[in-house]
């Protein structure tokens, strides 16, 4: 089974610093999906960002970025010039490529409690 | 604009009564939608998945018979607490497949 560990239960920095969340991940195997969500106060699951295992590149979404490193099984997000609407819950997933008896689904890690301080 | 509702957003029933929450794709067939169950401060917890049609698979741990999960339309799936008690009390959220992933806004259910 695979699971998602993100060992950082809450990060404060100050607006506009530059904050990376940690993600790691545990899976056989060698096509899948990683993302991470965001979830702000109101509860509203938001897709932040997303990475094909097979693409080397790591992908970017305007201040987030990844720091992919699929031998280290390692999905880190950086956010830049931080803002305060970046306040929120982010989750760490993953999802298998391949469908094995079912539908594929995501599994989350524990969440990050990420503060922008004004 | 939301592509997945939910209905309700929050709801208060007694305890030993069932409750209803539907879960709605709005601009897209969803072969697959998944009902989650956070508590405050925690991750997202997947109880099950279901296909259109079909009997939904419930994840191990959950009670098919107490969460009783109907996906009769490629737009419509139903998660019905039954014989609700506190312990249920949560926040209840679905998402909805295709060739993406969309989440509802999720449901807050207190039993009292």
């Known amino acids: 089974a695979q699971t998602v560990t993100q060992s950082q239960p809450e990060m404060s920095v100050q607006e506009a610093e530059t904050v990376t969340l940690s993600c790691t991940y545990d899976?056989?195997?060698?096509?899948?999906?990683l993302f991470w969500y965001k979830q702000p106060p109101s509860r509203q699951m938001i897709l932040v960002i997303r990475q094909e295992a097979y693409k080397q590149q790591n992908a970017t979404e305007n201040r987030f970025s990844v720091n992919f490193q699929k031998a280290a099984k390692s999905f880190s997000l950086k956010i830049s010039d931080s803002q305060l609407g970046d306040t929120a819950m982010y989750f760490c997933a993953f999802m298998r490529s391949r469908v094995i008896q079912g539908a594929q689904k995501l599994v989350f890690g524990q969440g990050t409690r990420l503060t922008i301080n004004p | 604009g939301a592509v997945v509702s939910q209905h309700p957003s929050w709801v208060i029933c007694k305890s030993g009564t069932s409750v209803k929450i539907e879960c709605r794709s709005l601009?897209?067939?969803?072969?697959?939608m998944f009902w989650y169950r956070q508590f405050p401060k925690q991750s997202l917890m997947l109880m099950a998945t279901s296909n259109e049609g079909s009997k939904a698979t419930y994840e191990q741990g959950v009670e098919k018979d107490k969460f009783l999960i109907n996906h009769a339309s490629l737009t419509l799936s139903t998660l019905t607490v039954t014989s609700a008690h506190p312990e249920d009390s949560s926040f209840y959220i679905c998402?909805?497949?295709?060739?993406?992933?969309?989440f509802g806004p999720g449901t807050r259910l207190t039993v009292t």
């Open positions: 601009d897209f067939q969803a072969t697959t």
């Open positions: 998402s909805a497949r295709d060739r993406r992933i969309e």
């Open positions: 899976t056989s195997e060698n096509n899948y999906y």
